[in-house]
């Protein structure tokens, strides 16, 4: 049981032998991800995994499942998912395993900690100063210039970015909120990739066509942006409530091209 387990007393040799044998588990995953002859992926539709197949069960039992159930588990869920590291797999996101990555992976996860101060995190601090200093050597930038977190992902580094501006042109937010703002809009590609189709009146974004005739790059360089009536007559009737005059939406616009703030380019 996991009851014997590191921290337990005498749960040394048990735990060694767990992981051990769940290391086996990933090196042999790993093997097959790289062998092209494998399958990307062993596919099974929803129902099927939530039924059970030989022995995968998702259900949740009200008892705590032993040790070798666990070990079944890892296997079935690397077998019944996709193997982004294969060399047949192809994402617009990710694709491919770096084992010095991995490698990485599992000592973060063994750390167990967050980067919250030097006093929690010594090691990672230090770590992350110095990888941002370096990249930002790369750019071009001075120490004096430059600074910078990691994030998680493309929509939080969106996100990131476009607080940074709002704060830049209306720093008086910090103390004040959003109530003391005008509305803001940001204008975006026709190809960009969003995740919501909500809008309130303080997070509008909008599609602008190509159609619409005027130099993006005007626009994007500064704040504030033009407001609708200042834009080009095109001809054609907007797509976008937001470029139609409807700031103040407080519904969601249906199959219109408004979303949130937080998108993906």
């Keep these: 049981l996991s009851d014997n387990l590191l921290p337990s007393k005498e749960g040394e040799d048990l735990t060694k032998c767990f992981l051990l044998r769940v290391v086996n588990i990933l090196l042999h995953y790993i093997e097959k991800t790289f062998d092209v002859k494998s399958k990307i992926l062993d596919f099974h539709h929803p129902h099927q995994l939530l039924e059970g197949l030989d022995g995968f069960d998702l259900e949740l039992s009200d008892r705590p499942e032993s040790l070798e159930q666990l070990l079944v588990d890892c296997t ?28 990485g992976e599992w000592l973060t996860a063994t750390a167990n900690t967050n980067m919250f101060t030097y006093e929690i995190a010594p090691v990672f601090t230090i770590m992350e100063t110095v990888l941002l200093k370096k990249m930002c ?56 990739i969003v995740s919501d189709s909500f809008v309130t009146p303080w997070t509008v974004a909008c599609l602008a066509p190509l159609s619409m005739g005027f130099p993006r790059q005007k626009y994007w360089s500064g704040l504030p942006f033009p407001s609708p009536g200042d834009l080009p007559d095109p001809g054609i009737e907007p797509e976008s409530p937001v470029l139609a005059g409807g700031f103040f939406i407080t519904e969601p616009p249906g199959e219109s091209h408004c979303c949130m703030l937080n998108v993906i380019y």
């Design 76 to 103: 079935d869920t690397l077998k019944y998912g996709v193997k982004t590291g294969h060399p047949r797999y192809f994402n617009q996101l990710s694709s491919g395993l770096d084992v010095i990555g991995l490698a």
């Design 137 to 192: 050597e790369i750019i071009g930038w001075r120490e004096t210039e430059a600074d910078g977190i990691f994030s998680p992902g493309g929509s939080i580094s969106n996100l990131y970015g476009i607080l940074v501006a709002r704060y830049k042109q209306y720093p008086e937010i910090k103390a004040k909120g959003m109530a003391v703002l005008p509305c803001i809009v940001l204008f975006v590609s026709e190809q960009v």
